[in-house]
């Protein structure tokens, strides 16, 4: 998919002939916010939001990408991206020569402060940057830090039974919806027993696990757009605010506030300042 790239003409990132390209936008999605349908990459990429949050769906499972995190996603691996409201997101393509020991599969990885400076000075090469030159010492080190960037749990498996395809979209449509599982099962087709170990094998979680994943997954993407943490909890179907916070820090080590103040708390400048 060809992008923009220090105000050159249209480059496929495929093309450029360098370990890693980099490149930085400012985008403001509007109320149907932005999407980049299914495409997929020669090139192994990372997507770092500075500011704004973005969902990365493949095959597999839907990623969440809050502020200062960073989602991996293999070369050849198909995905569409999608996001809301004013975005900053910085992308990094990485030949995967260049990159052997990092994941052969999609995770949402923590940036520090130093690989998010990194790849800030990055997106400022020219594409054909020198290949023996400062420019490509500092691409080894982005590496390098890139390689030690933990993972984060901000992963919702998706199954490829088409029942349980429902249930996901039945609960990410009305998220509120407190049914049962044995509703659930009713409203498929199948038994409780069934459903109850069908989503384990699909998925790697219990029923109960899977729903809270996506609850994070939707808590982050409405914080992130300055929702409070009560119509938050309120949406989720929660009977109390607190009752969600309690979920939440013991899904994620921190309160929403705190974990949000954590993302946002020295935020680079915007892709088009930098």
């Known amino acids: ?16 002939p360098r370990p ?9 999605a509007g109320a149907d916010g932005m999407e980049l349908v299914a495409h997929h990459h020669r090139k192994a990429q990372l ?3 500075a500011r704004g949050v973005l969902t990365c ?3 597999q499972g839907l990623w969440i990408v809050p502020p200062q995190c960073a989602v991996w996603i293999p070369g050849g691996t198909r995905h569409s991206v999608k996001g809301v409201g004013a975005i900053d997101v910085y992308s990094l393509f990485v030949e995967p020569a260049s990159a052997p020991t990092l994941p ?3 995770c949402t990885v923590s940036v520090s402060p130093l690989l998010r400076e990194l790849l800030l000075r990055c997106a400022r090469f020219p594409t054909l940057y020198p290949v023996k030159g400062a420019e490509s010492r500092l691409v ?8 030690a960037a933990p993972v984060e749990k901000l992963h919702l498996p998706m199954p490829s039974d088409g029942g349980l395809r429902k249930i996901a979209d039945g609960m990410t449509a009305d998220p509120a919806d407190r049914a049962t599982v044995h509703e659930w099962a009713e409203r498929i087709g199948v038994s409780e027993r069934t459903l109850r170990r069908l989503v384990p094998r699909e998925t ?5 696990r899977w729903r809270q994943q996506l609850h994070i997954i939707l808590a982050l993407q409405w914080l992130s757009q300055g929702a409070s ?5 309120t949406d989720l179907g929660y009977e109390s605010a607190s009752s969600f916070v309690l979920m939440f820090r013991k899904a994620l080590g921190a309160s929403p506030a705190r974990y949000m103040t954590q993302r946002l708390a020295g935020a680079p400048p915007t892709a088009s300042e930098a």
Do not use: R, W
């Open 104 to 106: 052969d599969a999609c």
């Open 57 to 59: 769906e493949v095959s």
């Open 204 to 208: 790697g979680m219990s029923f109960g």
């Open 20 to 28: 890693v390209m980099a490149l930085g936008l400012t985008i403001v």
């Open 229 to 233: 943490v009560q119509s938050v909890a």
């Open 140 to 147: 080894t080190v982005l590496l390098d830090e890139l390689a």
């Open 1 to 16: 998919m060809p992008m923009h790239k220090n105000n050159d003409d249209l480059v496929d990132p495929d093309l450029v």
């Open 47 to 49: 997507i770092y939001m």
